[in-house]
């Protein structure tokens, strides 16, 4: 399923955040959205699964208005992953992943045989089947990030939106969160921190600075020396991953030009 935003601008208290943004995801695309802290990253994603309103522009899931969608209908094509997502009560496993049901059922009493057995496929997917018993507050980072993906899943969503999906978690588990959402055939949109996790796994990146796109298109076309002196002060040298080929960032700081 394809996702299109097109003249997305948000303003909020007078500051305008985000500008004119045009971002396009094909049917089974990884598209990453890269850019410095406070480039306008996760304010964009908010407008892309209604947590904000933008000023103007439209997002569009398969051609159709997502807000023109009544909440359940937008639900069940879209599922976020937001950084902010976390338990305030201590909900075991699955009921966290049920949570993801709610937007095909009549009323938020009734779970059906259907829906027990999407959740059980969802946490058997992320490999955290065995977790269903625990309580959500008993687990580690990387557990919680699996639990939330297979909530997702279990939306039975096409598009999936993630906000920094691989913040606070060890290179092992950002690595499995990552191979996680690249092998769900889903079409995703992700802002991430890290610039070779998004080399490795992204098929485009968008960067995104002062809540302008500045460039887009294939990790090793967007990520050059000048761009990366440009939009976050660095000074970048360009690696092959010695497996995948993928370009790989080796970074210093950037100096001041003498005269």
């Known amino acids: ?3 299109d935003i097109e003249e997305l601008s948000v303003e909020i208290a007078g ?9 396009h995801a094909a049917d089974g695309q990884l598209v990453g959205l890269v850019g410095p802290n406070g480039s306008g990253k996760s304010t964009l994603l908010r407008c892309v699964y209604r947590a904000l309103r933008p000023a103007g522009g439209t997002v569009r899931v398969d051609g159709d208005d997502l807000y023109a969608m009544t909440a359940r209908e937008g639900a069940r094509r879209l599922a976020a992953l937001p950084q902010e997502a976390v338990a305030e009560f201590d909900f075991t496993v699955s009921e966290v992943v049920a949570m993801g049901r709610l937007p095909h059922q009549r009323s938020v009493a009734r779970t059906t045989d259907e829906d027990r057995q999407v959740c059980g496929t969802a946490l058997a997917r992320v490999g ?12 580690s980072g990387g557990e919680k990030q699996r639990v939330l993906i297979a909530r ?7 598009v999936l939106v993630l906000d920094e999906p691989t913040n606070h978690l060890d290179i092992a588990q950002q690595l499995d969160v990552l191979a996680l959402v690249r092998g769900s055939g889903l079409t995703v949109l992700t802002a991430l921190h890290d610039l070779n996790l998004a080399a490795l796994h992204c098929d ?14 294939a990790p090793h076309d967007v990520l050059t020396p000048e761009l990366l002196a440009e939009v976050f002060g660095v000074r970048a040298h360009r690696v ?3 497996e995948s080929g993928a370009v790989q960032l080796l970074f210093d700081r950037l100096l001041p030009a003498t005269s």
């Open 1 to 3: 399923m394809r996702i």
């Open 15 to 23: 500051a305008r955040l985000v500008e004119d943004v045009a971002l």
């Open 128 to 139: 955290a089947a065995h977790l269903a018993g625990r309580g959500f507050l008993t687990l």
């Open 152 to 158: 997702a899943l279990a939306q039975q969503p096409r």
């Open 204 to 217: 485009l990146l968008y960067v995104i600075d002062a809540g302008r796109i500045v460039t887009h298109g």
């Open 240 to 242: 092959p991953h010695p």
